[in-house]
């Protein structure tokens, strides 16, 4: 599974630089753990939280979050890995 995951990121990156043109596409992949979305790009105003906000309005958030199961280091480690925690 982990070799697929490779693949798979590996096809996306050229995929997504071959659709760029003459330059390739800027994927920037942040993951954070244990933070709930409390800032105003989701919904929050009150929140301060410029680099944030400046970075979602330059950007696509997603709304949605899942997790394989709500404890860190599983949860963590299936998003790594690419292997449900089911499965592995």
Sequence with gaps: AMTAFRVISLLTVLG?????????TNV?????????PEMAPYGLPWMHTPN???????????????????VCAPARTALLTGIHNDFA
């Design 52 to 70: 944030f906000d400046r970075l979602a309005s330059e950007s696509t958030t997603f709304g949605r979050a899942y997790c394989t199961v709500a």
């Design 28 to 36: 920037v992949f942040i993951v954070s753990d244990d933070m709930r």
């Design 16 to 24: 997504a630089a071959r659709m760029g043109g003459t330059s390739p």
